[in-house]
């Protein structure tokens, strides 16, 4: 599985490494790629495409790599399923919630709720509900 992620300040990153282990918890291998490095064709054909970033701007996404990467997946998502999630900060996840109705209008069919964590996940819980996602994923 293939988690595809910006983070500026290491938060999703952090997120996204959880969530690795959360899958190969399960018996699944992933592989971690950030979102300057991605394909847009080589994701879409993953059987979920998993995105994070967090939240930027006035509750945005990255502009820079995130921003056209969704756009490029835009016309490939269409009946896919897609798992979002990502750091923020002071704001209550509308970013979140727009990337997530955004999804949906291309087609996407959405595995769960985005997951976001406000800054870094430290406490047990936030660990623990990145890992359980990761493990969501990977028993689809
Ligand atoms: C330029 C800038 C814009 C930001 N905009 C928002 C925002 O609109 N809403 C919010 O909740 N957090 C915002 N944040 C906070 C980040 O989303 C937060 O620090 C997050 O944990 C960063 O995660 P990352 O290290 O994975 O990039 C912003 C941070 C910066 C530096």
Same mark, same amino acid.
């Given at each position: 599985m293939k988690i595809v992620y910006y983070?500026?300040?290491?938060?999703?990153?952090?997120?996204?490494?959880l969530m690795k282990d959360g899958i190969e918890a399960?018996?699944?291998q992933a592989e971690l790629i950030v979102a300057a490095d991605a394909n847009a064709d080589e994701i879409a054909n993953e059987e979920v495409i998993?995105?994070?970033?967090?939240? %930027? #701007? $006035?509750?945005?996404l990255d502009e820079e790599y995130m921003e056209p990467l969704v756009n490029?997946?835009?016309?490939k998502v269409n009946g896919k399923k897609v798992a979002l999630f990502g750091s923020y900060s002071w704001g209550e996840g509308e970013w979140m919630k727009e990337w997530e109705e955004r999804m949906k209008? %291309? #087609? $996407?069919?959405?595995?769960?709720?985005?997951?976001?964590?406000?800054?870094?996940?430290?406490d047990d819980e936030a660990v623990e509900a990145c890992k359980v996602f990761g493990k969501m994923l990977a028993n689809l």
């Open positions: 983070s500026t300040s290491g938060n999703t990153e952090v997120m996204a490494q399960a018996g699944k998993i995105l994070g970033c967090s939240a %930027y #701007g $006035a509750e945005q490029a997946l835009s016309d209008s %291309y #087609g $996407a069919q959405l595995v769960g709720d985005g997951l976001i964590i406000q800054e870094t996940p430290e």
